[in-house]
């Protein structure tokens, strides 16, 4: 059900450009403010450079990559392949200690017949921001990242086979992952990936904008009818599937108060409560406000699900974002929200600002992911965090070149 085709992959090359590491860069929504700016110093020929907005008061946001893009690909920093491929890449880590592995494909995908599900809202000034992007700088610089039902034998095979070659590209992240990638140039590989990957269904897990920034662009421009997409197994080689955390900021309000008719409170020790959420089948999620930490409890969990949209409420109850959007949020005021996966990171400055609170969330899990997607319901943004993710500028797809065979 999905329409891939191979393509002409875009690259930096490292004999001009320099190492992968420093070239690359964790997916452009996942840089914090100080990893950015390392990225940025790190090499003057850095993807963010192409993947950020410059500071302008005149034109587009974009003019300065558009200029840096078309300076890359005149000096040969830039490099287009000789000839169409899939893209095999597997990133290697640690999951609690223990390793794994996540392993798709990258290929051009169809914009135009919706074979990619979305399962989370987007915000319409963030799509048309990744369209100003992809109007300046013409490549994929980075893949929209989907989840497939179990592929075919066909494609297991491939997914299974262990290598015959070298990598083409092969590097070590920031947090210690290992990212490597092979061409599968060979017609026999190309018609069964292509042929398995016509086979399942996907659903997208990271990159709705930039999903929605193509099919914004292939409306003004039909030839322009692909994006770049990592397609993975999520049966057999799939990624984590992680909690959002809400950061709340600027609460003139007592959390434990304004949540007491709602909610029953009950202190927990910091180091206790993913045991504690575990343990509840409900509506259930943890706070930290005021140097304490708490497990809160919906006291009758139908007045919650009560609490959602009508036209969602049965895909939605069990969804701890939503229960949290429509039940919790209006209890405390107008604050400013921000969405962490790192519990850690989320929680910094919290315990001794009074105007700050965090709540912590659980994981949906992936069916109730797919069950949303194939029903055409989206769930509420920030929902969902899959990790790994891809790195963005590892294997680019030039929008003005031709895929195919």
Do not use: N
Request: glycine share 6%; charged share 20%.
């Amino acid at each position: 059900m999905v329409d891939a085709q191979p393509f002409r992959a875009l690259r930096y090359d490292p004999a001009v450009a320099g190492d992968a590491l420093s070239t690359s860069a964790p997916p452009y929504d996942d840089v914090g403010r100080f990893t950015y700016a390392r990225h940025r110093t790190a090499s003057p020929y850095t993807v963010l450079e192409l993947l950020t907005p410059g500071e302008t008061t005149s034109g587009s946001a974009y003019a300065g990559a558009a200029a840096a893009f078309r300076r890359w690909l005149r000096t040969g920093v830039l490099r287009s392949d000789d000839r169409p491929a899939f893209y095999l890449y597997e990133i290697h880590e640690l999951r609690r200690g223990v390793p794994a592995v996540m392993r798709g494909v990258l290929a051009a995908v169809s914009v135009t017949d919706a074979t990619l599900r979305p399962h989370e809202d987007t915000d319409p000034q963030r799509v048309t921001a990744r369209l100003q992007r992809l109007q300046a700088v013409p490549a994929d610089l980075a893949p929209v990242f989907a989840v497939h039902t179990p592929a075919p034998a066909s494609l297991r095979r491939i997914l299974d086979a262990p290598p015959r070659s070298a990598p083409i590209v092969a590097v070590t992240d920031e947090t210690g992952a290992d990212h490597r990638i092979w061409a599968l140039a060979d017609r026999g590989e190309v018609e069964a990936v292509a042929a398995g990957i016509a086979q399942v269904e996907a659903v997208i897990a990271d990159g709705h904008h930039r999903y929605q920034a193509a099919v914004a662009l292939h409306d003004q421009d039909p030839s322009l009818d692909r994006t770049m997409v990592y397609l993975v197994d999520g049966s057999a080689y799939g990624p984590q599937l992680q909690a959002v955390h809400r950061r709340v900021d600027g609460l003139s309000v007592t959390p434990r108060v304004v949540l007491g008719d709602r909610f029953a409170v009950y202190p927990v020790p910091s180091d206790g409560l993913a045991d504690a959420l575990d343990g509840h089948e409900g509506f259930a999620f943890g706070l930290r406000h005021g140097g304490s930490t708490s497990l809160v409890v919906a006291r009758d969990p139908k007045a919650i699900d009560a609490t959602l949209p009508v036209e969602r409420r049965a895909l939605w109850q069990g969804l701890d974002s939503a229960a949290w959007e429509y039940a919790v949020r209006p209890l405390l005021g107008p604050v400013e929200v921000s969405y962490r996966s790192d519990v850690d990171a989320a929680a910094a400055g919290v315990d001794p600002d009074p105007a700050a609170a965090l709540f912590v969330l659980r994981s949906p899990s992936l069916a109730q992911v797919h069950r949303c997607a194939h029903a055409g319901v989206a769930m509420p943004p920030k929902t969902t965090w899959f990790w790994p993710k891809p790195r963005a500028g590892l294997v680019m797809r030039s929008l003005q070149s031709v895929d195919g065979h």
